[in-house]
């Protein structure tokens, strides 16, 4: 990662309740990016590529690697609605989403 990782930064947030492990890079309008069922790979040269026109947010899905499993969470809608709320409060209003595998799934059912 070298000097790539001055791009990123990682932060754990409250939000919608819960400790939220969160991934964010780069400036300009916000891309909201949700990794697939295996788990976020890490920051990837894309990633690079993509974080010099777009604020990378990604968040590591809740029981994924370090963010704690939410019991309640129990469906795709429930994560979709969950996102939403994270966003809220971060104070976004409507950015574009895009998933890879489950990570997709859970942007359609945003959309």
Known sequence: MGSEQSIWRSTV?????????????????????????????????????????????????????VSPRLDWLQSIGDLAGFYGQVLKEKGLGPVDVTGFSLGGWIAAEMA
């Open 13 to 65: 947030e409250t939000n919608a309740g819960t400790e939220l492990t969160i991934i964010e890079g780069g400036s300009g309008e916000p891309l909201l990016i949700l990794h697939e069922e295996l788990g976020h790979p890490g920051w990837l040269k894309w990633h690079t590529e993509m974080a010099k026109s777009r604020r990378l947010i990604i968040p590591l899905h809740p029981g994924f690697g």
